[in-house]
């Protein structure tokens, strides 16, 4: 079978991108997942077109009204952010290496790395995707919330769900 060629991906935490991201050189694209007005790793570029900042909460709850008073600036993942993924999943896959991160490199990176191999290397390689993320990083736990978005927007059917439960 004639794979595609991607980038290899890889999902981290906050604190291993701040080590990593300018050792790892110019072509390599980082998607930086964090709460609202958190911090950036360092070499994090803005005007960078393989650089992309995505910003929410790694919660699982849609709905915002679901969190309490003391968490009334909850910002959940939403379609829009999977979107965005999606369009810049090409000029992404022009890199090297992909360098997903989050604060700790488990949920929100995760899932970013699965729906992008999802993206790239299209229907019917989910469970391939998904084993490419654990085999990356053991203690993943991808967000469900942004799973469940990229299967409705890239019409899985829900096999990426199915490949997520079925761990």
């Given at each position: 079978?004639?794979?595609?060629?991607?980038?290899?991906?890889?999902?981290?935490?906050?604190?291993?991108?701040?080590?990593?991201?300018?050792?790892?050189?110019?072509n390599?694209?980082?998607?930086s997942?964090?709460?609202?007005?958190?911090?950036?790793?360092?070499?994090?570029?803005?005007?960078?077109?393989?650089?992309?900042?995505?910003?929410?909460?790694?919660?699982?709850?849609?709905?915002?009204?679901?969190?309490?008073?003391?968490?009334?600036?909850?910002?959940?993942?939403?379609?829009?952010?999977?979107?965005?993924?999606?369009?810049?999943?090409?000029?992404?896959?022009?890199a090297?290496?992909?360098?997903?991160?989050?604060?700790?490199?488990?949920?929100?990176?995760?899932?970013?790395?699965?729906?992008?191999?999802?993206?790239?290397?299209?229907?019917?390689?989910?469970?391939?995707?998904?084993?490419?993320?654990?085999?990356?990083?053991?203690?993943?736990?991808?967000?469900?919330?942004?799973?469940?978005?990229?299967?409705?927007?890239?019409?899985?059917?829900?096999?990426?769900?199915?490949?997520?439960?079925?761990?």
């Amino acid at each position: 079978m004639n794979v595609p060629r991607h980038p290899k991906i890889m999902a981290r935490s906050l604190p291993e991108a701040n080590m990593e991201v300018i050792r790892l050189g110019p072509n390599t694209a980082v998607v930086s997942i964090g709460s609202p007005d958190g911090p950036l790793p360092y070499g994090f570029e803005e005007d960078n077109p393989l650089h992309l900042r995505l910003e929410f909460h790694d919660v699982l709850n849609p709905d915002p009204g679901a969190y309490d008073d003391t968490d009334a600036e909850i910002r959940p993942p939403k379609r829009e952010d999977v979107e965005l993924i999606r369009r810049h999943a090409e000029s992404l896959r022009q890199a090297g290496v992909v360098y997903c991160h989050c604060n700790a490199g488990i949920s929100r990176s995760t899932a970013v790395a699965y729906i992008l191999r999802c993206i790239w290397r299209g229907p019917g390689c989910e469970e391939e995707c998904l084993q490419a993320v654990f085999d990356d990083r053991p203690e993943a736990e991808p967000n469900e919330l942004l799973v469940r978005y990229a299967d409705e927007m890239l019409r899985r059917g829900g096999r990426m769900l199915t490949a997520l439960s079925a761990r």
